[in-house]
């Protein structure tokens, strides 16, 4: 039987694809405050603001492919039986080829009814209002936003324990719920961490890694 390895990715990993974090500039991301267009009540206050915020990213998204990181990730899928819970919002672990990805914190190419949070599209085109689902209701990005809760967290926690091997790549691990996994793996898991400014450094079994996703994604491929 093929070992279980456990992936955790964040912005890091994308980010050498072109996507933009506002991690990387003091809360701000793409000139916009946070607060405004990642919120419930941002999106209440201007929904408009927010449906044009998640159509240039959409937009964005048909532009950016996936990279050497993600093809390298999708590649162990040879050798070990993988599970991709990544913090990302956009599909390129999915057009790298792995085919076991858990999005905690949703997806630009879905959105959900304002009114039921089950009922969910595909969409690949803009967002605007007067979009609405069949019981009349506005449409929104399925996105996870600051405040609202996290569903695939219980799901991603249960992938977690039974890890052989988990790997870390792109994200500082301070951000909860998502932060908390790694405490999910039982102990003695071998754990790797990969990322050019690593914020773990001294938990058991930790090996770091402290390169860009790509270039740690080879080394972890060495070191496998």
């Known amino acids: 039987m093929k070992k279980h390895l456990v992936v955790l990715t964040g912005a890091g990993i994308s980010a050498e ?3 933009k974090t506002f991690r990387d500039a003091d809360g701000l991301w793409e000139g916009h405050d946070i607060m ?3 919120t419930p009540e941002g999106f209440a206050r201007n929904p408009e603001l927010v449906l044009d915020f998640y159509n240039q990213r959409r937009r964005q998204l048909f ?3 996936p990279n050497p990181a993600h093809v390298g990730l999708a590649a162990f899928e040879k050798d070990y039986k993988v599970s991709i819970i990544t913090q ?3 599909d390129l672990h999915e057009r790298a080829g792995s085919t076991n990805v858990i999005h905690l914190h949703g997806e ?3 959105v959900r009814s304002t009114y039921d949070d089950n009922d969910i599209f595909e969409w690949k085109t803009d ?3 007067g ?3 069949k019981k009349g209701h506005q449409l929104r990005p399925h996105i996870v936003w600051f405040g609202e809760e996290v569903p695939m967290i219980e799901n991603a926690m249960r992938i977690c324990k039974t890890a052989d091997i988990l790997v870390i790549i792109g994200t500082s691990m301070q951000v909860y719920p998502a932060a908390g996994l790694m405490h999910y793996v039982a102990p003695n898991t071998p754990i790797f961490y990969i990322d050019p400014k690593p914020t773990l450094s001294n938990k058991q079994n930790l090996t770091v890694i402290p390169e860009t996703a790509t270039v740690g994604v080879l080394k972890l491929k ?3």
Do not use: H, P, R, T
């Open 17 to 19: 694809s072109g996507i």
């Open 36 to 38: 405004e267009v990642a």
């Open 127 to 129: 967002v605007v209002l």
């Open 108 to 110: 630009l190419l879905k």
């Open 88 to 90: 990302n919002v956009d």
């Open 222 to 224: 060495e070191l496998l």
């Open 131 to 133: 979009d609405f689902c």
């Open 63 to 65: 532009e950016v492919d």
